[in-house]
């Protein structure tokens, strides 16, 4: 009897340290199932510190602001870009450079050897047509104008001011007649670039610089957006005065050379002006390519309409101005 009542206490300290060993494998494992996770930034000892965000690259700092002056082709309506500087200079905005294409370039050419928009607006109404014709014999040669009296004609009002050395930077665009490549003209004789931009192919003769000849610069670039950013314009506004096609009767062998180049303008300008950050287009019905008599008209629409997007150019500028 004794024996049997003694067999389970010597087996009672095996079943204890079962017990025991088991209760601290439990305790173990809870310990592991409930230890606290070490995020990215804290260490095994420190539960509580705050994870570290990923690092953001920081991005490229903003070019300063540039503000190009993109002046298009129209022939007389050219007189309009008077306007638009005018409206530019009492609202105390001026432009870091300017280019220029066709008639735009003699504005531009002005305006980039600092005339003030009452001097250009002076230069225009006391021009003479008769100053910057000269016909060629026989006619129809190459052109029925040689351009001469263009390219005096501005350098006389430059005093032969060479385009580098002019107080605001200046770009005259033509086109290179053997290649169709439009071209910028940052150096050289400024009338005999200006004159080169203005080539209208049988109107004008083509220009020979350099072993190249040179036509008017609508023919690839009505409005020089992109060679306002060339020159390295941030924000551009440019000015068209394409004269639309729609409504046009083209009675003439001139005349329709003109609506050629108005088709012609209008398919380049609906991807070329896409590029501008401002766009402004003086209303100007009814003015011919050669109506030189509407030049105080041309002069108030393009006054108008600037004034009209000033408001926009004022607000985008203050904008682009923040650091």
Known sequence: ??????????????????WVLGLCAALLLAACSTAPEVKPGATRNDTTA???PPAVPEPPPRPPLKVGLALGGGAARGFAHIGVIQVLEEAGIKPDLVVGTSAGSVVAALYASGKTGPQMQQVAETMEEAAITDWTLPLFSRGMLKGEALARYVNNLLGNRL??????PLGVVATDLQTGQGVLFRRGNTGTAVRASSAVPSVFQPVSIGGHDYVDGGL???VPVRFARQMGATYVVAVDISSPPEGNQPNDSLQILLQTFAIMSKSINNWELKEADLVVRPAL??????????RRRSIEAGRLAMQQALPGLKAALALARQP
Not at 3 to 9: G, R
């Open 1 to 18: 009897m004794k024996s049997v009542l003694n067999a389970p206490l010597r087996a009672e300290p095996a079943r204890a340290r079962s």
């Open 50 to 52: 705050v994870p570290v």
């Open 163 to 168: 385009i580098e050395d002019m107080k605001l």
């Open 220 to 222: 690839v670039s009505p």
């Open 285 to 294: 019905p009814g003015v011919k390519s050669a109506d030189f008599g509407a």
